[in-house]
């Protein structure tokens, strides 16, 4: 993503602020359009400011001035909040009415810098093409179908598919719901199939409507991203990739191998781990195969801060398709 994105970003804001304020205008207007009478307290409220200042200019040390200022708004706030509870007026009705709370559609928050919406709508730029938000439309808890699942044991496992998914899918919802709290990330692997996708849809769906940033990125595509980073050219991308509140890798190990993937990947985890980020990996591989491809100093990172679930039973494409 180039700075000009970030520019757009930013203008979107500035109109959005400025339609909230007009929207405002002529919520007031209308009110008092119709009410003549609130809109003569809120002048009186606004005169005594104006004028009681004036008196303090004069003479600082008269307290009398603020004291009648005080009893005043006292008496015309009540006033105000009778006139409002009179015609079911809300009291915050001179109030823009912003689409988020905590930065008030300016996008930044005093101290801290982007605010968690601005983060979001850069993260929705990165996955547009890949048409993400249509995909979570499509794969999310709400349309989970448990039965697709077999509930006869299989040889070599404790639990049964069904059983299987049924424990996997609490522990994700739970992760999901608490994930302001600590806890261990996770990897999802198995064969293809299984709805290592699926899953991870449906966790990055939960956690997008509870206001995280949420970034969806193919193996092949981070390790690009990640070697443009080291020769300066992700801009963006990178930051996000490290940034974001949840990062879910898909299809780790199918990318084009190179000698610097294990390096970039443990330095992500760790990176991230470090700023109490969390992260999501599927992948077809078992442990073996992902010490085999990353190295045991990358495993061992997997040993104390992840999860492993294991996918197993039917292709679940396959039953889709031929319906049995």
């Known amino acids: 993503m180039d700075e000009s994105v970030i520019e757009k970003i930013a203008l979107e804001y500035d109109e959005l602020s400025e339609r909230k304020i007009k929207e405002r205008d002529k919520r007031v207007a209308s009110v008092y359009e119709k009410f003549p009478e609130i809109r003569v307290v809120d ?18 040390l008269d307290k009398s001035a603020r004291s ?43 101290g801290v810098g982007r605010c968690s919406c601005f983060k979001q709508k850069i993260i929705d730029e990165l996955y547009r093409a890949s048409n993400m938000k249509e995909l979570l439309k499509r794969q999310n808890f709400d349309v989970f179908d448990m039965e697709l699942y077999g509930k006869n044991k299989v040889s070599g496992f404790k639990r ?12 994700c919802m739970d992760f999901a719901d608490n994930f302001d709290k600590p806890a261990k990330n996770m990897i999802f692997y ?7 996708t699926f899953m991870s849809c449906c966790v990055a769906k939960r956690v997008m409507d509870k206001g995280y940033t949420v970034l969806y990125i193919s193996a092949q595509r ?13 801009g963006e991308r990178a930051k996000e990739i ?22 970039y990947l443990f330095d992500l985890v760790n990176e991230r781990y470090n700023a109490e980020k969390k992260i999501i990996i599927n992948t ?24 492993m679930m294991l996918f197993y039973g039917e292709d679940i494409r396959k039953k889709k398709m031929f319906g049995n």
């Open 43 to 60: 002048e009186e409220i606004n005169n005594i400011g104006s004028s009681t200042l004036q008196k303090i200019l004069k003479d600082p």
């Open 68 to 110: 009648e200022m005080d009893n005043k708004f006292k008496v015309l706030k009540q006033k105000r909040k009778e006139l409002l509870r009179k015609y079911d007026i809300p009291e915050d009705f001179d109030k823009p009415k912003y689409d988020c709370s905590i930065c008030k559609d300016t996008g930044f928050v005093e």
């Open 160 to 171: 049964s598919p069904y059983d299987n998914m049924v424990f996997i899918k609490k522990h």
């Open 190 to 196: 198995g064969d293809t199939g299984l709805g290592k």
């Open 222 to 234: 981070l390790f690009r991203t990640l070697d443009d980073e080291r020769f300066g050219r992700a």
């Open 242 to 263: 490290y940034g974001c509140d949840l990062l879910i890798i898909d299809d780790l190990g199918t990318e084009i191998a190179s000698k610097n993937n294990p390096s």
């Open 284 to 307: 077809n591989l078992n442990f073996e195969g992902l010490e085999k491809l990353y190295t045991a100093r990358f495993t061992s990172r997997i040993m104390e801060n992840f999860e």
